[in-house]
């Protein structure tokens, strides 16, 4: 039973990697889309070819999740239409760095947490109280598994997907007795442009990551996001975690190669 046909679903991060992945899967199901990002000609490009494809409603925004007034009135636009979300996938987000804590970059720390965590907070409190004013809604957050197990010179981005794995506790908390669910979904290693950003344009470097094994794909997660999402309403799959089965946690992974990375 497909239960996202004609759900308008709000995508944060949806120029690449697991936000476009989960905007072409919600698409082929049915739903309706708002997608955002800072990139806007990658969203036209997604945008076309997803409305050539399916029979599904696109709008696109061009938002910086960090920028709160930007969010809040993305978002009162929204509502201005009657465009109010069934489903908020809160994806955007980034790593930047690997170093030792004591050799990190204030720089990359305050871009990490301005974006993986000040930047869901905005999203979620502009969405959500409308979602509790219908007593209908489901948030869902993409974490890590990052945000179950420290590995070394996760640091920083590590503490934000905890962060992301509080703020999903506590948001369950707070509308118990409501309608409305809140979910996240935690990958392991996906091959996505995560690397690249990490490493800060560092090609080789980046793909060494996925070098060796089979990674996740975005696709992957995608379809994870929609059977979370496509649950029947009394259903909340609260936490979902994803590994490839090459990785057991973070840093346990089986390599037919040794690689750099
Ligand atoms: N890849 C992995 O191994 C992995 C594992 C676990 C969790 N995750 C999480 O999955 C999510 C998506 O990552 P990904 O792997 O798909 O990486 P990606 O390919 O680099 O995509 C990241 C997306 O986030 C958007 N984004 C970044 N900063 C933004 C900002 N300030 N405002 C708005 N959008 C912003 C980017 O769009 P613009 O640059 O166009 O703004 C892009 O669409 C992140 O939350 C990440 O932490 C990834």
Sequence with gaps: ?????????????????????????????????LLSARRFSRLEALRDELQSAHETEVH???????????????????????????ILVNNAGLSRGLEPFHEGRVEDWEEMIDTNVKGLLYMSRAVLHLMVERNSGHVIHIGSTAGDIVYPGGNVYNATKFAVKALNQGMNLDVVGTRIRISSVDPGLVETEFSQVRFHGDEERAAGVYRGYTP??????????????????????????????????????HRETSTAG
Excluded at 60 to 82: C, M, N, P
């Design 1 to 33: 039973m497909n239960r996202l046909q004609g759900k308008l679903v709000l995508i944060t991060g949806a120029s690449a990697g697991i936000g476009a992945a989960c905007a072409r899967a919600f698409a082929a199901r049915g739903a309706h889309l």
């Design 60 to 86: 696109i925004e061009k938002l910086d999740i960090r920028d709160r007034g930007g969010v809040e009135s993305y978002v009162a636009h929204l509502l201005s239409q009657g465009r109010v979300p069934d």
């Design 216 to 253: 996740l794909t975005a696709d992957d997660v995608a379809d994870v996001v929609c059977y979370v999402a496509g649950a029947p309403e009394h259903v909340n799959l609260m936490r979902t975690v994803v590994y490839p089965t090459d990785q057991r946690n973070p840093y346990v992974l």
